[in-house]
């Protein structure tokens, strides 16, 4: 299983059977009841250079452990039915403040929103929330109230600089349909800054039909799967850039 980006997401993972291990009977059970498992071992690789020593998995309960498997890769989640995790996104911001790190975050929300004219941590209720400076209004106020589509736009830059892989979920969710092209532009610029790669889902064709700008200019670094159930499997089709590309400006059906 290989994983291709930039260099520290690169990896490959072999995984292995031997049959030449033996074969062990637990005590009291007859050798008929037993089951023989052929023993499992796995293995990361970059390039040809190994990231750790063969593992064999333990199971533990109802718990698969690998012990000594190299740091895995910085998740994040956006579920399209729950809500954005203010306080880590809040945690996040204040380091990037802390390193004087936030101005690019700040410059792509005020290019995409000019009527936001600052962003910055503060207490809401005892709480830590990201608020927001909006001309006309006499005082900050917490960003989710601006927009849900600012909120989540926001939420998705800040876990970009931390985490290396997103995976949101009807990306098109509280997006203004004039914002969803320059949304995917932003996005891919913002992923490709930090070396992270975002898997989004959309049942929206106006959405897929704004990412076409995107596909144009980037047909090497953009995919499409395609899911579909089938005799009660999922199946999973990919599409490349440019066969993406020509199906958007043709109408053809991609979801």
């Excluded at 023993?39 to 390039?47: A, N, S, V």
């Excluded at 209720?125 to 849900?148: C, F, Q, R, W, Y």
């Excluded at 989004?200 to 200019?217: G, I, R, V």
Aim: charged share 25%; hydrophobic share 40%; proline share 5%.
């Amino acid at each position: 299983i290989s994983l291709k980006g930039s260099q520290d997401i690169t990896r490959l993972l072999e995984i292995k059977t031997s049959s030449a291990e033996p074969l062990v009977l637990p005590v009291g059970v007859k050798s008929r009841e037993a089951e023989s498992r052929a023993p499992i071992t796995f293995q990361w690789f970059r390039g040809r250079q190994p990231l750790s020593h063969a593992i064999r998995p333990k199971i533990e309960g109802d718990q698969l452990k690998l012990e000594g498997a190299p740091i895995s890769l910085g998740t994040s989640l956006y579920s399209s039915s729950a809500p954005i995790n203010y306080r880590e996104t809040a945690q996040w911001f204040s380091e990037l403040s802390k390193t004087r790190k936030k101005d690019r975050i700040l410059r792509v929300i005020g290019k995409m929103f000019p009527f936001v004219g600052d962003l910055s941590l503060e207490l809401h209720n005892t709480a830590p929330m990201i608020h927001a400076d909006v001309e006309d209004l006499p005082e900050k106020i917490p960003l989710g109230l601006v927009s849900t589509g600012i909120n989540k736009l926001f939420a998705l830059l800040v876990s970009m600089t931390y985490q290396k892989v997103l995976l949101v979920d009807e990306i098109e969710n509280g997006i203004y349909w004039d914002i969803l092209k320059p949304m995917w532009n932003t996005i891919y610029d913002f992923a490709t800054e930090c070396g992270a790669q975002v898997f989004a889902s959309t049942h929206s064709w106006e959405c897929l039909k704004a990412a076409s700008d995107m596909t144009t200019q980037h047909p090497k670094d953009v995919r499409l799967l395609k899911l579909r159930r089938e005799s009660g499997k999922c199946l999973a089709r990919l599409v490349d850039g440019l066969d993406f590309e020509s199906a958007l400006k043709e109408d053809v059906e991609v979801r």
